[in-house]
């Protein structure tokens, strides 16, 4: 059990330019999860995997938000157009049965110039 | 809809003293929660978890927590502080999502200070 990892750590981005983030899940965990959290808040639910389908979303996924998880592996989240308030942290999470508890990852802390 | 109220932003208490961190939700049915603790820059992880059963449930780390329905509350306690407490934690509530996944609602968090 190495984790659930994500990749980039940190991302520093100029206003206006797109952004892919990258999850690697725990090996095996069926069920794939993104959340954001702002600064000063609990994390907030974004949208929800169970292998490559994509089961849920969140109304806070705009149509500029797009995540895939092509192979049922590991997922990417993409931002388009990024806006100042998509600085935050973006959190990944991976469960083998929705009634498993969430592992986290560290997440990707977006900047926005 | 379900929620979670964290009241308290920031605790602070001095190493060796007991804590007691609160949390209330709201939710339609049996919920499942969880209490999570997160480092500065790190993610979240699990302290403990209430599914069913017992309503007092042990975790990592010395800490527990008592479900109590009558009071939709479910309070992280610990005997006795460490320094190495400090952090802050989420409590949260599994929801239902299609697929018999959970979406987690979370608190605020409580921002937990430990003095020498």
């Known amino acids: 059990d190495t984790g659930v990892s994500q990749d980039p750590r940190h991302k520093i981005t100029k206003r206006g330019q797109n952004v892919t983030f990258r999850c690697d899940p725990i090996s095996e965990h069926n069920r794939l999860y993104w959340y954001r959290q702002t600064l000063g808040q609990g994390p907030e639910f974004l949208t929800y995997?169970?292998?490559?389908?994509?089961?849920?979303k969140s109304r806070l996924l705009s149509d500029r938000f797009s995540a895939e998880r092509p192979k049922g592996s590991f997922s990417t989240l993409e931002i388009q157009r990024t806006e100042q308030g998509d600085s935050a942290m973006y959190l990944c999470a991976s469960t083998p049965t929705g009634d498993q508890p969430q592992h986290f990852g560290d997440g990707t802390r977006l900047s926005i110039l | 809809a379900q929620s979670v109220t964290q009241p308290d932003i920031h605790i602070t208490v001095s190493e060796g003293a007991s804590l007691e961190l609160r949390c209330n939700y709201s939710y339609g049915a049996t919920p499942y929660l969880f209490w999570y603790v997160q480092s500065p820059g790190q993610g979240l992880q699990l302290l403990l978890k209430y599914f069913s059963g017992d309503t007092l449930v042990q975790g990592i780390k010395g800490f527990e927590a008592e479900f109590k329905r009558s009071q939709s509350s479910f309070n992280l306690r610990k005997p006795s502080v460490h320094w190495s407490d400090a952090a802050e934690y989420f409590c949260a509530v599994g929801g239902s999502l299609s697929g018999s996944a959970r979406q987690l609602t979370f608190g605020s968090g409580t921002q937990l200070t430990v003095l020498p």
């Open positions: 995997f169970q292998n490559e389908a994509q089961l849920e």
